[in-house]
């Protein structure tokens, strides 16, 4: 399948996301009581308590909210060669970047063979962001609103997916795949666990938005993987 579809058809993405607040006690009382209910769900112990949980609240379209959203493109030299283009949507006003988001979608992938793709996506980023633009009482792109359209009508392309082959008995991480693909990652000072304290407690976005361009990168580059093609090299990577 992908070796059908021309890659400056796909746009590659990543989103990182942290708490709607800082802290458990910032909430409103009636978030509040419906955090706790969720945090019943999630407790293994009795030692954990709403409040210690409050840091996973950012996975969470209705307790979190999106910080950054990157983005990556492939485009074609004037030798033929393929090079990503890199782009990061990124603001303390989820509203104002998911409003750009949404403009890019409809101005430049609004087409029948434009694509989304993603690193669990299907379970995470895109209905993440549909959840977020519909909360921000925003209009869903046409590439994000799957109501109506039968499978193969979705214009979503997950890499999990694709490397589970129709076994869902586990979850693969982008960091695993692109061990055993050889695919060069350069070593962070953050993991995913940490978003939410770089950005709270650290107010770094900079930071965050670094190390989620890194990410949709070791996309683009196991799409290539899977296609059994050469990767994009470090000075083919443009950033906009």
């Keep these: 399948m ?50 210690s949980l409050y840091q996973r609240a950012g996975i969470y379209a209705e307790f979190g909210k999106i910080i950054c959203i990157s983005i990556g493109i492939f485009r074609k030299d004037e030798n ?36 989304l793709c993603a690193h669990n996506g299907k379970e995470f980023d895109f209905p993440y962001i549909a959840r977020r633009i519909l909360i921000n009482r925003l209009k869903l792109p046409v590439i994000l609103d799957n109501a109506g359209k039968k499978p193969w009508e979705i214009k979503h392309l997950d890499t999990l997916e694709l490397w589970k082959f129709g076994d869902y008995k586990s979850y693969t991480s982008l960091e695993l795949l692109c061990c055993i693909f050889n695919i060069p990652t350069p070593k962070d000072d953050i993991d995913g666990s940490q978003v939410g304290k770089v950005y709270w407690e650290d107010n770094d976005l900079e930071r965050i938005v670094t190390y989620c361009q890194k990410d949709v990168i070791s996309i683009a580059q196991l799409v290539l993987s899977y296609r059994g093609e050469a990767l994009i090299v470090d000075e083919n990577i443009e950033y906009s």
């Design 2 to 51: 992908l070796d059908n579809i021309q890659l400056e058809n796909i746009l590659f993405l990543d989103i990182e996301t942290v708490p709607n607040n800082s802290k458990y006690n910032e909430l409103n009382e009636g978030i509040k009581k419906l955090w706790d209910k969720k945090a019943k769900h999630l407790s293994n112990s009795d030692e954990e308590t709403p409040e």
């Design 80 to 115: 033929g060669k393929y090079k990503i283009r890199i782009k990061s949507f990124y603001s303390h006003n989820e509203k104002e970047l998911l409003t750009n988001f949404i403009e890019l979608l409809n101005n430049k992938f609004n087409k029948a063979e434009h694509l």
